[in-house]
C-alpha cells in the first residue's frame, strides 16, 4: 500500500523543494525522512532489474534528482528558478514514487550497469583487471604523463591523509578493501552521516548519466587531474587506471 502524506507533510515537501538547492544540513535530512519514508513501500519492478540494494538505490535518488547535490551551480541555478513557483514540485507519496521510477527507468536504460566507479563508459571489476594486466607496467602507463609509480604511491599516501575522516574511512573500507554491505555498511559500523552524499563528492560514486568532466569536479578527480596532471578522458584510462590500482593498495594500508 503506498505510503499516505499527513497535509502538514506535503506543505512541508513543497516548501523544501522550492529551494532545494540551498537546503540546510537540517533540511537536508528533514527532505531525506520524507522522501525516504514516502518510498518505503514504493517497489517498481525496475528496482529487481538494475539487481542493487534498494537503500543505494533509494540514496542515488535522493543524492542525484532530489538534493542535486552534484549538479552544476549554474544548472542548479537555472533550476531553482524553474522551480520558484513550487509548479513541479511533488505533493504526494504517489508522485515520489512516480518520480524514482522514471530515475530508474533511466538508469535501466544506460549502457553496462556495474557497481563500480565509471568514468566515462562503465568497466566491470573483470575489464578493470584485464586492461590493468594488459599494460606492460604501471610505470609505462605513467610515464606518459611524467610519473612513476613511486611517485603516485607518494602522492596518494599524502591525499588520503589530507581526508577528513569520514571520507578517508569510505576511501579507505569502500575503495582500497571489499568491504561487507558497500557504503552504506561502512556508514553504519562507523555512524558517518550524509554517507552517499560525502561518497559522491569524494568520487566513490559516479551518477550513470554522468560525464567525465563531472567526475573530474570530484575529490578524487580533482586529484587525479590537478596533483598527478592526467586529465579525465578515455584515452587516458589505462593510466587513471593504474592510478586507481596504487590508490586502492594505499588505502587498504592505510
Known sequence: MQEVFSSEQSVELVRLW????RLSSEEMGSMYRIVGG???TCNPPELQALGEGRQELVAQFIYVKVL?????????DDAARREASGHSAPTNAFALCAYFRRYLIDCTRASAFRRKLSIGDQISESQFEAQVGAADSADDELAEHGLSAGAVHAAARAFIATLPEPERILLCEGFGRE???GLAGIASRHLIASYHYRAGRLGLVHKREGLPADYARTTLGRWITQTLGIAIDADNMG???QVFKILGAEASCA
Not at 542535486?68 to 542548479?76: K, M
Open 179 to 181: 568491504a561487507e554491505g
Open 239 to 241: 593510466a587513471i587506471l
Open 38 to 40: 514516502a518510498l518505503r
Open 68 to 76: 542535486r547535490l552534484d549538479a552544476d551551480p549554474d544548472e542548479a
Open 18 to 21: 522550492r529551494h532545494r538547492q
